[in-house]
């Protein structure tokens, strides 16, 4: 009996995780080839739909990443030539993930600079030149990558020798645990900067209110709508993010007590449900992509009456 519910647990939990995988890649590459389409069309595209299709591409390729490495979690490390899977599976995961995290930071950024609303020099300089600033979040983040991929090959070479070298099991998933969280540390930096446009964003929006009353105007103008559609797509990718962050801290301080069993893919399915429900959180938060969206299911839906019309 035990064994039956733990086998139906695990089917499950590998349907949740495949389910959102193929979600992931479906829903990033429709706001990909959105985007570029409109690019094509128009002959050019904005620093915010370059963002969102930069954002797709590189979520595409993270979700690829995690579906190589939950195939290869299903199979026997012992079998595999561990010493380039483990460098190639590392090295992706961590590139495609930081561009994701990135990526979505720098739609944050846009969304506080565009819909805020301060006084003050400094901000209303950066709001002139938001591309700029979006620019050089870049750089930066070019920047954090390289020291992030110094520290990680360090310990992935630990790794790999400790295998070469037969050590136990232990080891090595201490040393993988360790790639985890110095990994998390790394993600933490990007969510910090969202937290931060997150709050200041809500404060503009208190001292718009604020001002609203105190002049007699109506509670719902087009600012208030804007902040709030903006405040609900910030708060949505920050919940998504927390609970990516609290997979990876997981997973690295349980690491030695669950490495591929049952617990370890229910972490890996929170991890995957980020780059996933976040993709359709855009669509729906965007009315370019969410007009796209309709616009295709309801094509889907005449082409399907079109060929039952046709059926036997």
Request: net charge positive; charged share 10%.
């Amino acid at each position: 009996m035990v064994l039956t519910i733990r086998a139906i647990l695990w089917v499950a939990l590998i349907i949740i995780i495949s389910l959102e995988l193929i979600i992931g890649i479906l829903g990033n590459v429709f706001i990909a080839l959105v985007n570029i389409i409109d690019w094509v069309k128009r002959g050019k595209i904005s620093a915010v739909d370059k963002t969102y299709m930069a954002l797709a591409i590189s979520r595409t390729a993270f979700v690829l990443s995690l579906t190589t490495g939950f195939l290869v979690s299903l199979l026997d490390p012992a079998s595999l030539e561990m010493r380039t899977m483990v460098r190639l599976l590392t090295i992706s995961w961590m590139v495609t993930n930081h561009f994701s995290v990135w990526f979505a930071t720098c739609l944050s950024i846009f969304y506080f600079l565009k819909l805020a609303n301060f006084s003050n020099s400094i901000f209303l300089a950066l709001k002139w030149k938001v591309t700029k600033v979006v620019s050089v979040t870049l750089v930066v983040s070019l920047i954090i990558l390289f020291m992030n991929i110094i520290v990680i090959n360090i310990f992935t070479e630990r790794l790999q020798v400790n295998i070469l070298q037969n050590c136990s099991t232990s080891n090595n998933l201490k040393v993988y645990g360790l790639f985890l969280f110095i990994s998390t540390v790394f993600t933490l930096i990007p969510f910090t900067v969202s937290l931060t446009m997150f709050l200041l964003l809500i404060f503009s929006l208190w001292r718009h209110l604020k001002n609203m009353r105190h002049s007699a105007t109506g509670s719902r103008d087009v600012s208030t709508v804007a902040h709030i559609k903006g405040l609900q797509t910030v708060v949505t990718f920050l919940l998504l993010y927390t609970a990516f962050v609290i997979s990876l801290l997981s997973q690295s301080l349980n690491i030695n007590i669950q490495h591929t069993n049952l617990f370890s893919h229910f972490l890996r399915s929170i991890g995957v449900a980020f780059p996933t429900s976040h993709s359709c959180v855009l669509i729906l938060g965007n009315s370019k992509l969410r007009q796209a969206s309709l616009s295709m299911i309801l094509w889907l839906r005449c082409k399907y009456k079109h060929i039952d019309n046709w059926g036997p």
